[in-house]
């Protein structure tokens, strides 16, 4: 990502998403696969696996009639400037867009070390096993503006960049100036109940910017201190309790995921 | 100064160790980009003009507006029209991922034509019984198999789809016994739409999606339906205003739904679009229970097309003993073709233009086209057109005909989501009627055409049995049943996320397992009375205790029934 351009005005692209409502039918993940050309592998596991964004399904602990469970989109959190992931990787494959807030991940720079899986405390990252394959005739269904990527390297969300950078040649085509731009991830465009929302923090007029300073809101693993850009909502005490970061040497008392 | 060879060495090894502390093997190592860019194991994406279009989604009657991005003419990525109706800008994940399904590993693409078509014929000539069993009633298809067996000798039209639709907008309580209401049953932007309105009670013994999300969660254990809809039909009032679901069809709930008021009401028969006058003398609908057991000698099961899955022991029992002739037309192996002589491939959404049968929570009668965004592979059937030719009925575009039929009743509007206008049908021309159909659009009759459905009582069979003394669990369903090809990269996403239970998976609390000597992830199987089958088993702490729950698979089915009782057993 080069940033010899950069716009005189950035953006700090972010999500939020409300866990309350959220059914867990996993349209999220699968538009995610579509648009970024994931490869349908089909010896993966809850190990190997190769995703941009997993739903996860989280529970309050109790048996019977008292369990409640909740389900928690997970993908790249997007940190701030500190990412974990950007100050491990030897090769700079990795960087933070001042731009968009945006973080980025080149899979020709990765050497597959795997420093910024194990760096990264939201497991969000997600290495390539296997040579991307189709079943024969499949290949024809590709995105056209995401390349796949080859085996050996890390991968995660990057915000639907390759929707970032056609919203940006939109806005060059119409005349309009350099700055931010509005454009939906395949996972906001997807999401059949609307829980997940999209847009620039900066802007204090953006309803996603609003809903991150209201009540409810919160982020995960915060005592951590990356600072984040996806905010999640929830009512519920247990799913803020799973969400929080325990201190070192503090077990988590409370949940279950 | 003199060198030696050993200085040689040394100057080598040096300059070595020092091009080590230089940029350079640094800059050859960032430069392996240079190859893994263009690294020949990865496929190129197609290049081509950027279209938009429009179709409907036929994989369930939900039949949800759809908009493809196209590159040339394939489809790349499918997505929900925001303005539509019906669907409001929802797919769910299986509609999301149906442009891959034309592609699929296990997809039938060879099948025994002439032989099927001299078995069938033969057993016809004989006078025999032959039936048509269809899993999509409603279609066009549909009523050119019943003209067809209204044309045969002997012909029955065989159907297992729902009988009433359901209006949830109307409804201020829905109580729902296992029905995922929020998890693919109906069309899910219309439930999406209508759920802020209404109190939604899940009874039901897994916390399911929709329990999750229910406004409260009954875990009541199956058979307990009925006592449950006892004790709370007081609560619900009898204006009309609430509405009951059940996971063992409508009739199970028909009682408790007249008494509170709901049928004409929130309930309703199932909405259908008018037909051409010269349609209406086809053969009537016979529920397969309504046929007489070892009676039908020729059996053709329309599969292209389903909207749940009738097991096979009661359809095997219709069956005559000596030599039936059984054809299914399927895109896949993993149905009747398990069971049937004869399996013709079909066409696969989105290959070929058909039309969708009403939705399940539409009281107004739709209809709108699937219309086929790429081409069929050679060598595949439809089964409409095979079943008319063998019925000896005139050819014809039966969907245009059936369009026209809707014109001229001059009833409701079309909505088209290329401009995402609404036009009345009287103000339209057939052509222009046609043209719009084909253009995706979507008719929608007047809702005052609903009626009240009729009242059935569902035929209830015991829970308990003899037999039963050593199936320790009850078997539940985890959720809808799905298509029968689901696209490889939705099943990669649901195996490693451990989001859905496989279609061959069942599921059992630790305790359970532990009874059973089974561990996460081995072979078994899963036995009831009606018989068993091979599943993988995963074990699942958030279960409770003596219940089983089971993928959707259709071996699994064809041994499952509403409330059974089940034991899992190594394999």
């Given at each position: 990502?080069?940033?010899?351009?950069?716009?005189?005005?950035?953006?700090?692209?972010?999500?939020?998403?409300?866990?309350?409502?959220?059914?867990?039918?996993?349209?999220?993940?699968?538009?995610?696969?579509?648009?970024?050309?994931?490869?349908?592998?089909?010896?993966?596991?809850?190990?190997?696996?190769?995703?941009?964004?997993?739903?996860f399904?989280?529970?309050?602990?109790?048996?019977?009639?008292?369990?409640?469970?909740?389900?928690?989109?997970?993908?790249?959190?997007?940190?701030?400037?500190?990412?974990?992931?950007?100050?491990?990787?030897?090769?700079?494959?990795?960087?933070?867009?001042?731009?968009?807030?945006?973080?980025?991940?080149?899979?020709?720079?990765?050497?597959?070390?795997?420093?910024?899986?194990?760096?990264?405390?939201?497991?969000?990252?997600?290495?390539?096993?296997?040579?991307?394959?189709?079943?024969?005739?499949?290949?024809k269904?590709?995105?056209?503006?995401?390349?796949?990527?080859?085996?050996?390297?890390?991968?995660?969300?990057?915000?639907?960049?390759?929707?970032?950078?056609?919203?940006?040649?939109?806005?060059?085509?119409?005349?309009?100036?350099?700055?931010?731009?509005?454009?939906?991830?395949?996972?906001?465009?997807?999401?059949?109940?609307?829980?997940?929302?999209?847009?620039?923090?900066?802007?204090?007029?953006?309803p996603?910017?609003?809903?991150?300073?209201?009540?409810?809101?919160?982020?995960?693993?915060?005592?951590?201190?990356?600072?984040?850009?996806?905010?999640?909502?929830?009512?519920?005490?247990?799913?803020?309790?799973?969400?929080?970061?325990?201190?070192?040497?503090?077990?988590?008392?409370?949940?279950?995921? | 100064?003199?060198?030696?060879?050993?200085?040689?060495?040394?100057?080598?090894?040096?300059?070595?160790?020092?091009?080590?502390?230089?940029?350079?093997?640094?800059?050859?190592?960032?430069?392996?980009?240079?190859?893994?860019?263009?690294?020949?194991?990865?496929?190129?994406?197609?290049?081509?003009?950027?279209?938009?279009?429009?179709?409907?989604?036929?994989?369930?009657?939900?039949?949800?507006?759809?908009?493809?991005?196209?590159?040339?003419?394939?489809?790349?990525?499918?997505?929900?029209?925001?303005?539509?109706?019906?669907?409001?800008?929802?797919?769910?994940?299986?509609?999301?991922?149906?442009?891959?399904?034309?592609?699929?590993?296990?997809?039938?693409?060879?099948?025994?034509?002439?032989?099927?078509?001299?078995?069938?014929?033969?057993?016809?000539?004989?006078?025999d019984?032959?039936?048509?069993?269809?899993?999509q009633?409603?279609?066009?298809?549909?009523?050119t198999?019943?003209?067809?067996?209204?044309?045969?000798?002997?012909?029955?039209?065989?159907?297992?789809?729902?009988?009433?639709?359901?209006?949830?907008?109307?409804?201020?309580?829905?109580?729902?016994?296992?029905?995922?209401?929020?998890?693919g049953?109906?069309?899910?932007?219309?439930?999406?739409?209508?759920?802020?309105?209404?109190?939604?009670?899940?009874?039901?013994?897994?916390?399911?999606?929709?329990?999750?999300?229910?406004?409260?969660?009954?875990?009541?254990?199956?058979?307990?339906?009925?006592?449950?809809?006892?004790?709370?039909?007081?609560?619900?009032?009898?204006?009309?205003?609430?509405?009951?679901?059940?996971?063992?069809?409508?009739?199970?709930?028909?009682?408790?739904?007249?008494?509170?008021?709901?049928?004409?009401?929130?309930?309703?028969?199932?909405?259908?679009?008018p037909?051409?006058?010269?349609?209406?003398?086809?053969?009537?609908?016979?529920?397969?229970?309504?046929?007489?057991?070892?009676?039908?000698?020729?059996?053709?099961?329309?599969?292209?097309a389903?909207?749940?899955?009738?097991p096979?022991?009661?359809?095997?029992?219709?069956l005559?003993?000596?030599?039936?002739?059984?054809?299914?037309?399927?895109?896949?192996?993993?149905?009747?073709?398990?069971?049937?002589?004869?399996?013709?491939?079909?066409?696969?959404?989105?290959?070929?233009?058909?039309?969708?049968?009403?939705?399940?929570?539409?009281?107004?009668?739709?209809?709108?086209?699937?219309?086929?965004?790429?081409?069929?592979?050679?060598?595949?059937?439809?089964?409409?057109?095979?079943?008319?030719?063998?019925?000896?009925?005139?050819?014809?575009?039966?969907?245009?005909?059936?369009?026209?039929?809707?014109?001229?009743?001059?009833?409701?509007?079309?909505?088209?989501?290329?401009?995402?206008?609404?036009?009345?049908v009287?103000?339209?021309?057939?052509?222009?009627?046609?043209?719009?159909?084909?253009?995706?659009?979507?008719?929608?009759?007047?809702?005052?055409h609903?009626?009240a459905?009729?009242?059935?009582?569902?035929?209830?069979?015991?829970?308990?049995?003899?037999?039963?003394?050593?199936?320790?669990?009850?078997?539940?369903?985890?959720?809808?049943?799905?298509?029968?090809?689901?696209?490889?990269?939705?099943?990669?996403?649901?195996?490693?996320?451990?989001?859905?239970?496989?279609?061959?998976?069942?599921?059992?609390?630790?305790?359970?397992?532990?009874a059973?000597?089974?561990?996460?992830?081995?072979?078994?199987?899963?036995?009831?009375?009606?018989?068993?089958?091979?599943?993988?088993?995963?074990?699942?702490?958030?279960?409770?205790?003596g219940?089983?729950?089971?993928?959707?698979?259709?071996?699994?089915?064809?041994?499952?029934?509403?409330?059974?009782?089940?034991?899992?057993?190594?394999?």
């Open positions: 990502m080069t940033h010899a351009n950069q716009p005189t005005k950035a953006a700090r692209y972010g999500m939020t998403i409300d866990v309350d409502r959220c059914n867990g039918c996993g349209a999220c993940m699968v538009a995610c696969a579509v648009e970024n050309n994931i490869p349908p592998v089909p010896e993966a596991n809850d190990r190997k696996g190769l995703t941009w964004i997993r739903v399904r989280v529970d309050n602990g109790e048996q019977g009639s008292a369990r409640r469970s909740a389900y928690v989109p997970m993908m790249c959190q997007h940190c701030g400037a500190d990412a974990p992931c950007v100050s491990v990787c030897p090769q700079h494959a990795v960087d933070v867009d001042p731009a968009t807030g945006i973080v980025g991940e080149m899979p020709q720079r990765c050497l597959g070390c795997r420093y910024c899986m194990a760096a990264c405390p939201y497991h969000a990252r997600y290495f390539n096993w296997w040579d991307p394959a189709w079943p024969p005739g499949m290949e269904t590709l995105n056209p503006g995401v390349t796949p990527r080859m085996r050996g390297v890390v991968e995660k969300c990057n915000f639907c960049h390759g929707r970032w950078h056609a919203a940006k040649q939109l806005a060059a085509a119409n005349g309009q100036p350099d700055g931010p731009v509005s454009y939906t991830p395949a996972c906001v465009e997807a999401c059949p109940t609307g829980v997940i929302r999209f847009g620039d923090l900066n802007d204090a007029e953006n996603v910017a609003r809903s991150v300073r209201e009540n409810g809101s919160f982020r995960l693993l915060e005592t951590l201190g990356t600072e984040p850009k996806v905010y999640y909502r929830s009512r519920k005490d247990w799913v803020r309790q799973i969400a929080a970061a325990p201190k070192p040497g503090q077990r988590k008392e409370n949940g279950n995921g | 100064m003199k060198s030696t060879r050993r200085d040689l060495f040394l100057f080598a090894g040096g300059s070595a160790a020092g091009a080590l502390l230089t940029p350079a093997p640094w800059r050859l190592i960032t430069d392996t980009a240079l190859w893994s860019e263009n690294w020949p194991g990865v496929p190129a994406p197609p290049r081509g003009e950027i279209r938009t279009r429009f179709t409907n989604c036929s994989l369930c009657r939900a039949g949800c507006g759809v908009r493809a991005r196209c590159v040339g003419d394939q489809p790349v990525q499918l997505t929900g029209v925001a303005s539509h109706p019906l669907s409001r800008g929802v797919l769910c994940p299986f509609g999301l991922t149906a442009h891959h399904l034309p592609y699929h590993p296990a997809r039938l693409k060879q099948g025994p034509h002439e032989r099927a078509l001299a078995a069938v014929s033969a057993a016809i000539g004989s006078g019984r032959v039936a048509v069993l269809d899993l009633p409603g279609r066009t298809a549909s009523w198999y019943r003209r067809a067996m209204a044309a045969l000798k002997n012909g029955v039209y065989l159907t297992n789809g729902p009988s009433v639709a359901y209006d949830l907008h109307q409804a201020k309580t829905v109580l729902s016994f296992g029905v995922p209401v929020l998890d049953w109906g069309t899910p932007g219309n439930v999406i739409a209508a759920r802020e309105n209404f109190r939604l009670i899940q009874a039901e013994p897994v916390e399911s999606r929709t329990a999750t999300l229910a406004d409260v969660w009954l875990p009541v254990q199956p058979g307990d339906e009925d006592a449950t809809a006892l004790a709370m039909a007081g609560e619900l009032g009898a204006d009309g205003s609430a509405l009951v679901l059940d996971h063992r069809g409508p009739a199970a709930a028909m009682a408790l739904n007249q008494r509170l008021g709901a049928l004409g009401r929130t309930v309703v028969a199932r909405p259908e679009a037909v051409p006058v010269e349609w209406r003398s086809a053969a009537p609908a016979t529920a397969l229970a309504q046929v007489e057991d070892r009676s039908i000698r020729v059996l053709l099961i329309d599969e292209s389903v909207d749940g899955y009738v096979w022991y009661q359809i095997e029992r219709k005559v003993l000596d030599n039936p002739v059984v054809v299914t037309f399927t895109a896949s192996h993993g149905g009747y073709a398990r069971h049937a002589q004869y399996a013709l491939p079909t066409a696969v959404y989105p290959e070929i233009s058909e039309d969708i049968p009403t939705a399940i929570d539409s009281v107004a009668a739709t209809f709108r086209l699937s219309t086929a965004l790429i081409a069929p592979p050679a060598g595949i059937v439809n089964p409409a057109e095979w079943i008319a030719t063998l019925a000896g009925l005139a050819e014809g575009d039966t969907i245009r005909e059936r369009a026209d039929g809707i014109h001229d009743s001059g009833r409701g509007a079309i909505y088209t989501p290329a401009d995402g206008k609404t036009v009345a009287k103000d339209l021309t057939a052509e222009a009627f046609w043209k719009s159909l084909g253009e995706a659009g979507c008719w929608i009759d007047e809702p005052r609903a009626r459905p009729e009242t059935t009582t569902a035929v209830s069979e015991p829970h308990a049995h003899d037999s039963d003394v050593d199936l320790p669990l009850v078997a539940w369903l985890a959720g809808p049943s799905s298509p029968p090809l689901l696209s490889p990269l939705m099943t990669k996403l649901y195996q490693e996320s451990n989001l859905r239970l496989a279609p061959n998976r069942v599921a059992l609390h630790p305790s359970d397992a532990r059973a000597r089974l561990a996460d992830g081995v072979h078994a199987f899963f036995q009831t009375r009606l018989g068993r089958c091979g599943v993988d088993v995963t074990i699942d702490p958030g279960l409770p205790a219940v089983v729950q089971l993928g959707t698979a259709p071996g699994i089915l064809d041994v499952y029934r509403p409330g059974i009782r089940a034991k899992v057993v190594p394999a």
